[in-house]
């Protein structure tokens, strides 16, 4: 079975200031790897994900994420966020081959960008 | 790309009625879509696959008498909340496969349903 941990259930932060969202994950098999946005009662965007290949995937709005599977980590990261950015982040995994419908969440990660 | 619409966004009941959420895929066909459930401050739950021209797979510990799910065609798939009760409030996801590739799902914006 897979799972994830995002450490922080809040990051408040300021506008301008750069931000590491965590995650970790657990999985005896290989997996696929999302971080996905939840704007206030809107349902989840795909901001970014890792199937293969390099390890730093760059995705929406200016984030990206390391892939890091000695550290089973798959963290996002931003250099300047704004104040749109303010919304709750999901990381997610999938084992390869497996059904779609099968994403494990994490708990979610609540970002406040602050002007 | 793909979009995925769900309504209604949010409806409010009384306990004991019935209540019916759509996902619907707007410019792609989905054999397959996927109901989740949301409770404030936690994560997305599976809560059933849907099967186009099937029955739907259901999660451990979801009932399938409360919670209908009926996929009729290839862009439509309902969930229907039976004889809701104050504790089926949530906010219900669906999602689907889209063209953006393998293993992405596209995600509807949610359906918030309160029952009093």
């Known amino acids: 079975a897979q799972s994830v941990t995002q450490l922080d259930s809040q990051v408040p932060v300021f506008e301008e200031a750069p931000v590491e969202l965590r995650c970790n994950y657990s999985s005896s098999v290989s997996v696929y790897l999302f971080w996905y946005v939840q704007y206030p009662n809107q349902g989840l965007q795909l901001l970014l994900k890792?199937?293969?290949?390099?390890?730093l995937v760059k995705g929406i709005n200016g984030f990206e994420a390391e892939f890091n599977k000695s550290q089973t980590s798959f963290h996002l990261r931003k250099p300047s966020v704004h104040i749109s950015d303010t919304a709750e982040y999901f990381c997610a995994v999938i084992r390869k081959g497996g059904s779609q419908g099968n994403l494990i969440f994490g708990k979610g990660t609540k970002l406040s960008v602050k002007p | 790309g793909a979009v995925v619409s769900q309504h209604p966004s949010w409806v409010i009941c009384k306990s004991g009625t019935s209540v019916k959420i759509e996902c619907r895929s707007l410019?792609?066909?989905?054999?397959?879509m996927f109901w989740y459930r949301q409770f404030p401050k936690q994560s997305l739950m599976l809560m059933a696959t849907?099967?186009?021209?099937?029955?739907?797979?259901?999660e451990q510990g979801v009932e399938k008498d409360k919670f209908l799910i009926n996929h009729a065609s290839l862009t439509l798939s309902t969930l229907t909340v039976t004889s809701a009760h104050p504790e089926d409030s949530s906010f219900y996801i669906c999602?689907?496969?889209?063209?953006?590739?393998?293993?992405?799902?596209?995600f509807g914006a949610g359906s918030r349903l309160t029952v009093l």
């Open positions: 410019d792609f066909q989905a054999t397959t």
């Open positions: 890792y199937l293969s290949g390099s390890t």
């Open positions: 999602s689907a496969r889209g063209n953006s590739g393998a293993n992405v799902l596209t």
């Open positions: 849907s099967n186009e021209g099937s029955k739907a797979t259901y």
